[in-house]
């Protein structure tokens, strides 16, 4: 057992906490709570793991994090060393692996998919003012004069044996002009916004949605769990590069998302994709509520 090992587990069982505690709370299965103990790292996913793993255990035994990193530095594997295996790709990659020099700042892709969301809401304005210009009819120029229709009403030749009856002046003209159709407003846009955090919890406020179906899907490997208001489960468990879970919770107050790796972890409520307001390089494990807000 490593020094940073004992002195987890001691704040644990000072705590008077199990194993199994540990996990309840972290989502963090139980041999890799073992391996941080005995300080066996081999077990885990990736060095970036074991950071984020060792970060969480801390915080559940209530020891400070950038305390206990600075003390067991050199036990403590760097983020930064770490490599990320891909998928191969194509049949002459058969048999090996892609892999990524991990020194690369995380924080990029984090930041690029907090823009991503105000970028196509962005290009979606634009798309529609264009749109709407085009559709305007463009009225008659003070140098264009305006054209009269005339509608000519051809009479038919009247033979020695008919007689030519009058025609109300009224249908003379079959011509009638046609009230305009009533336009219905636009449906508002839906928005999804951030109105609170409290800890690693942060409230999402969704309106302008008729129906609310949440979708979460991994980048790579994350524990999730979805319930509503009720405390019903939707799903609990791991989620794996590619694999997504879509749950339809119209008519419910709530959606509680328990996330255990945010850097893997996509959120989308009626495909849209929900912004992180917690940086989720920073806080790894987070609580996601989205609450719809009912229609004026």
Do not use: C
């Not at 140098?143 to 025609?167: F, K, S």
């Not at 590619?242 to 996509?266: M, Y």
Request: charged letters at 25%; zero cysteines.
């Amino acid at each position: 057992m490593t020094e940073l090992g004992r002195k987890l587990k001691d704040a644990r069982e000072a705590k008077g906490m199990s194993l199994v505690d540990v996990q309840e709370l972290t989502k963090i299965q139980k041999r890799y709570l073992e391996g941080i103990e005995e300080g066996n790292y081999e077990i885990m996913p990736g060095k970036f793991y074991v950071r984020a793993f060792i970060k969480q255990y801390a915080e559940a035994v209530g020891l400070n994090v950038d305390e206990l990193f600075e003390e067991f530095k050199s036990e403590v594997p760097s983020s930064k060393e770490d490599e990320v295996p891909l998928r191969p790709t194509g049949s002459s990659a058969a048999g090996q692996a892609t892999r990524i020099d991990a020194s690369k700042p995380v924080g990029d892709s984090s930041k690029l998919l907090d823009y991503l969301p105000k970028i196509l809401v962005t290009a979606f304005i634009i798309g529609a003012l264009v749109l709407v210009w085009m559709l305007i009819p463009k009225g008659v120029t003070e140098n264009e004069p305006a054209v009269e229709e005339e509608v000519q009403v051809q009479e038919e030749p009247t033979t020695e044996n008919q007689t030519v009856e009058e025609t109300p002046a009224e249908e003379k003209n079959p011509v009638q002009e046609k009230a305009p159709a009533e336009q219905k407003p636009a449906a508002p846009a839906q928005t999804l916004a951030a109105v609170s955090t409290s800890g690693r919890q942060t409230v999402y406020e969704l309106s302008g949605a008729d129906k609310f179906e949440v979708s979460v899907s991994s980048k790579g490997e994350t524990w999730i769990e979805i319930t509503d208001a009720s405390g019903k489960k939707y799903f609990s468990g791991m989620l794996k590069n590619g694999q997504t879970q879509t749950h339809n919770l119209t008519g419910q107050t709530e959606a509680k998302i328990k996330v255990g790796f945010a850097p893997h972890t996509v959120i989308t409520v009626n495909g849209e994709a929900l912004a992180y307001k917690l940086p989720a390089a920073d806080q790894v494990l987070q609580d996601i509520i989205i609450r719809p807000k009912a229609a004026q």
